[in-house]
């Protein structure tokens, strides 16, 4: 998690006050690397924190799909996950990681590679994938329009729905 908003909230799954409303969640890898087994990650995972390749073939960044908080302008609410790219955006990209000005360089397509819970069917969504600035990870923009998360990601959110999202992801395990 990242920014959060310290007024907290009393939460409709579990009747208890959060001191904090996160305004981000994110994944650690991609769905593709998870899946592998733990005993073969080592032999065929490479993963830092902004970058992964699996089996020497897969390529995926780290970035991030920003949704607009209609009523708290002041940040928008962040999912932080993986876009898978092809080999040659992903070795554009590795030759350009620390290179002023890398911002205008045109988007790349990518593939989301994240199940981002609790939308349904995010994975493999095509991306708009925008480079931003040395040290700060890529945009993801959600090409298809009709997709849930590309109208949130479009139209904005209310304080109300980073709720709702913040409940069903805290309390995703628990039987309510």
Known sequence: MGAELATGFDCRACGKHHEILPLSFSVKAPDAAIRIPEEEQASRVVLTMDQCVIDQRDHYVRGRIAVPILDYPDEPFIWGVWAELSPKDFTRTNELWRTEGRE???????????????????????????????????????????????REQRSGITLARVQEIAELILHAGDSV
Do not use: C
């Not at 609790?118 to 993801?140: A, C, D, E, F, I």
């Open 104 to 150: 205008n360089e045109p988007p790349y397509t990518g593939w989301l590679a994240s199940e981002i819970f609790p939308y349904h069917n995010t994975s493999n969504l095509k991306l708009r994938v925008q480079t931003m600035p040395v040290g700060r990870r890529p945009h993801l923009f959600i090409e298809d329009g009709e997709h849930p998360l590309a």
